[in-house]
């Protein structure tokens, strides 16, 4: 009987076909991790299979994949690339295909035509914007590109609302064909674990329990997390020194710390302790009193500030750092200041370290668990 309700789920699950330009498996930067989060938590409602590069470990994936990807740069304009994956929707009779990020938007139209296949593209940002915040010139060539394809396709998945209503008002698309669909978390409800946590991660960095934890997480050689670290170890620290009821650590953990910055040491006596990347990222997260995000440019949300704000740590974000999160399921978990103010920088993260300590809403989970996004995404599919 079991067998045969398995064989008849089998049966009225959709077949997707996911395409991921990128190694992301494991993963190490927010990207990564929203697309391997992503397709895991959509693999249990809809058959998917996955392609993309070799450089992936398919032991980590509970649906399959097909490394079809060239390793260099040329897989973005690989022209072989057409009868592949149009003789796979074919043989395998897919109901759908999503294209991660823009980028394969002109591979995509060709594809749709030769199949018929409904095509979504699942964005991660406007593209163009975080290229023109980081200062590369051919932000409007990409700008023109991202329309087209945009504009090209049957249904668009955006990370932040910000970017679907710029694009439906902006770029003409059709409000239907947008949906809109946040990083999630895994979980649920504020987590009961915190003070557990907290005394691993003071007993492995050998921090006073009285101290306050101030932690900064992500893929350090991407040009705005370093630029973060930096705003952090060189203008918003000697801040923090001069407030003398003030006794705190701050963490940064990541990977690809420039060799130049020789692992932090020279402000290891100013209470700053660099961890590297570590495994056990969620119980840091739990640890920390507040995560800093003094982030001034990239795009589209910051994952780990949605995943801070989950664990019920209070967060302290430049504007555009908050850029893209639902602030009203925040409440005080929350803090903004103007960009590049460090001195009120400085300011809310010493109030809010002498500041009750309240839950993350449930309002919070409500939006932001991947249990309440993926059900809308099956049913655009």
């Keep these: 009987m079991e067998r045969k309700q398995e064989s008849n789920l089998k049966r009225v699950m959709k077949k997707v076909l996911a395409i ?205 997390n370093l630029d973060a670290v930096k705003a952090i170890t060189e203008k918003i620290n000697p801040l923090l020194l001069q407030k003398p009821d003030l006794r705190y650590k701050i963490i940064i953990c990541g990977k690809d710390l420039p060799a130049e910055m020789n692992e932090l040491k020279e402000h290891a006596d100013k209470n700053i302790i660099y961890a590297g990347f570590v495994d056990d990222i969620d119980s840091y997260f739990k640890a920390a009193d507040i995560f800093l995000n003094p982030v001034l440019s990239g795009g589209g949300i910051k994952t780990k500030m949605v995943e801070a704000i989950g664990f019920g740590t209070t967060v302290i974000s430049t504007e555009s750092g908050a850029a893209g999160i639902d602030k009203s399921v925040c409440d005080n978990k929350l803090i903004t200041v103007n960009d590049s103010d460090w001195e009120k920088f400085a300011d809310a993260i010493f109030s809010a370290t002498h500041n009750a300590v309240s839950a993350t809403p449930q309002e919070y989970y409500n939006v932001y668990a991947w249990a309440n996004i993926i059900p809308g995404v099956v049913a655009a599919i």
């Design 20 to 224: 991921a330009p990128y190694p992301y498996l494991p993963f190490y930067s927010g990207g990564q991790k929203f697309i391997a989060k992503f397709f895991e938590h959509l693999s249990s409602k809809i058959e998917l299979t996955v392609i993309s590069v070799a450089k992936n470990d398919p032991s980590q994936a509970g649906y399959k994949m097909v490394p079809m990807l060239k390793r260099s740069f040329a897989r973005y304009y690989d022209r072989s690339l057409i009868k592949k994956i149009t003789s796979l929707v074919q043989q395998e009779k897919f109901d759908a295909i999503i294209w991660e990020h823009p980028y394969y938007g002109w591979l995509a139209r060709r594809i749709k035509k030769r199949t018929g296949i409904k095509t979504i593209i699942h964005t991660h940002n406007i593209e163009y914007q975080r290229f023109r915040s980081m200062g590369k010139w051919w932000w409007p060539i990409l700008k023109i590109y991202e329309r087209k394809c945009l504009q090209k396709t049957d249904v668009i998945l955006f990370i932040t609302k910000k970017d679907r209503d710029f694009a439906i008002e902006k770029w003409g698309l059709k409000k239907e064909k947008c949906l809109n669909v946040p990083f999630g978390i895994e979980m649920k409800e504020n987590p009961a674990n915190r003070q557990t946590e907290r005394n691993m991660v003071c007993g492995k960095h050998h921090i006073d329990y009285s101290e306050k934890i101030l932690l900064f997480n992500g893929l350090l050689k991407y040009k705005p």
